[in-house]
């Protein structure tokens, strides 16, 4: 057990995540909701109290499940109809959008049942908003209690928190959540504005596979929080355990507890194996603080990515076969990277297209190339002007990596030539987010 401050009380809704997978592939079915921040817990060994909303056919099964993994009081406290609570994902490891898409959502109503919250003796409460009354929940605990909200999803606006009466401890939002992106796009000083009259003691921002930053009141300085990248199995449920590991470790050191925090999400997101996720647990808590940080890993913050363009060396034509194209282009677009497409800026040639409008497009896509600080190359069907970027790129010492999806370009200058080649795109958006830190760094 870390330390001996009372036990943390976990709030918030218990769905069915159903990730649909890729034909031939196995579709998988497991609890969700905050089970994933309850995985975190038990992981570290933390005991931990529930007040769950939930519909009535999956309590018996989560009470028995969340007793397994530790938790010592389990209270619904808020009653789901009219829905199965049911969450289909499309995209587990977020290379862009997971299209989540909850059933039956619009049918969906919860009856709050506040008075199963009463002689909770909680001093640290994280809580994870959703279609429940929060008001109602925040006002039968204890006005002593120490808030740590989640406010990634359901969440419209920062106004709501107002409604909570006890001090909020942590604010975390990530930046995929659709507040951050009405309210914060440009970045975390917008941030900061945003949920400035909750005056929080602390705000962390979680940004993906860009690593994290935390803003502690009065301290007067960002703490940068390095993601440690490896292949991604599952990112359903990552940031939930980041913020279940923060508030088992917040009341010995926040900087030490936000650094265990990415490295938990990190462990959760390499595998959907419980047992192997608390082994990568359990290691890393042998690591100090000095240590983790001697680490290091990846650090690129959602508006720092604008800065450093990236060109899009690729087939990138009207009538070519674009499923590999469109899936690079959304994943680099939806992690905020300002991606520069040759073929779209300086117009796709007709055929036949005379010499001089030839050497025109040409040049203008060579400038461009060389203003751009990496080149994300996809040549699929062997495209000969892509393999050409890819070669101007390599002699301006101009960082390339190269997704090859069918493997099609195995090629002994093109594989040991770029900084990095791979067929899988996960990999590829890692590295991108590798190089592009280092830039950052130097």
């Keep these: ?34 089970t994933h ?23 018996k099964s989560t009470r028995r499940y969340f007793n397994a993994l530790g938790c010592i009081d389990f209270r619904t406290v808020g009653h789901v109809s009219g829905a199965p609570n049911v969450t289909v994902l499309f995209d587990q490891i977020e290379l862009a959008d997971q299209q989540y898409e909850t059933l039956l959502r619009d049918e969906k109503s919860v009856e709050v049942l506040p008075e199963n919250l009463s002689n909770f003796a909680c001093k640290d409460v994280l809580i994870f908003p959703g279609s429940y009354d929060l008001r109602a929940i925040c006002t039968a605990l204890p006005q002593t209690a120490q808030i740590h909200i989640d406010v990634a999803y359901d969440v419209d606006n920062p106004g709501i928190l107002e409604a909570i009466p006890q001090q909020i401890q942590t604010i975390l939002i990530s930046t995929s959540s659709p507040l951050f992106k009405a309210v914060a796009n440009s970045g975390l000083d917008a941030l900061i504005e945003a949920f400035k009259a909750r005056a929080a003691a602390t705000l962390i921002l979680k940004e993906n596979r ?19 990248l490896g292949t991604t199995t599952n990112s359903v449920g990552v940031g939930d355990v980041f913020a279940a590991t923060y508030v088992a470790h917040c009341n010995r050191e926040r900087v030490e507890a936000a650094w265990r925090a990415t490295f938990a999400a990190a462990a959760y997101s390499q595998t959907t194996d419980p047992n192997l996720f608390k082994t990568y647990i359990n290691r890393d808590l042998r690591l100090s603080l000095d240590e983790m940080q001697q680490l290091g890993g ?64 040409y040049r203008s896509d060579y400038e461009l190339l060389k203003r751009c600080a990496l080149v994300f190359a ?22 390339v990596v190269v997704y090859d999806p069918e493997g099609e370009n195995a090629n ?24 592009l830190s280092e830039a950052v760094d130097q």
């Design 37 to 59: 921040a309850a995985r975190g817990f038990w992981a570290l060994n933390v005991p931990f109290r529930v007040a769950a909303i939930l519909p009535d056919y999956l309590e």
């Design 298 to 361: 990846v650090f690129l913050p959602w508006e720092k990515r604008r800065k450093y363009a990236i060109y899009l060396a690729a087939p990138d034509f009207s009538h070519a076969d674009r499923r590999a194209i469109d899936k690079a282009l959304a994943s680099l677009s939806y992690h905020n990277f300002d991606v520069r497409r040759p073929v779209i800026e300086n117009h796709e040639l007709p055929p036949a297209a005379p010499p001089a409008m030839l050497q025109n497009t």
């Design 412 to 435: 002994t200058m093109v594989m040991a030539g770029a900084d990095f080649y791979s067929i899988d795109l996960d990999q590829c958006l890692n590295n991108v987010f590798r190089i």
């Design 1 to 34: 057990m870390i330390g001996t401050d009372p036990v943390p009380l976990l709030v918030g809704e218990v769905f069915v995540d159903f990730t649909v997978t890729a034909p031939g592939g196995e579709n998988k079915l497991r609890l969700g909701g905050i």
């Design 378 to 399: 996809v040549p699929t069907g062997r495209d000969p002007g892509t393999l050409v970027e890819i070669g101007i790129a390599i002699e301006a010492d101009i960082p």
């Design 210 to 228: 860009g690593g994290a930053r935390m803003a502690i009141a009065g301290k007067g300085s960002v703490d940068a929080l390095p993601a440690q």
